[in-house]
């Protein structure tokens, strides 16, 4: 995990707003997962879905599920 240094706003824009679409994601993945919702991504050049149970099997293998 990376962490994040004790003043952000001393980062170079790009890298905080990097920062703040990670979280963001990690957000809206957790939320979908929670409420049973799939998610759509591109992968192999085309979109696919992934249901909320693979969601939440990523979210407990990387350790990043809610409580």
Known sequence: MIKE???VL???MS???LMALK???KKA????????????IW???RVVEV????????SILLGTESK
């Open 10 to 12: 001393e980062l170079p």
């Open 5 to 7: 240094p004790h003043n």
């Open 43 to 45: 992968r192999d050049g």
């Open 29 to 40: 993945i957790e939320e979908h997962a929670r409420e049973g919702l799939p998610i759509y």
């Open 51 to 58: 249901p909320p149970d693979e969601l939440r099997a990523q």
């Open 23 to 25: 979280a963001a994601v």
């Open 15 to 17: 890298e905080r707003g």
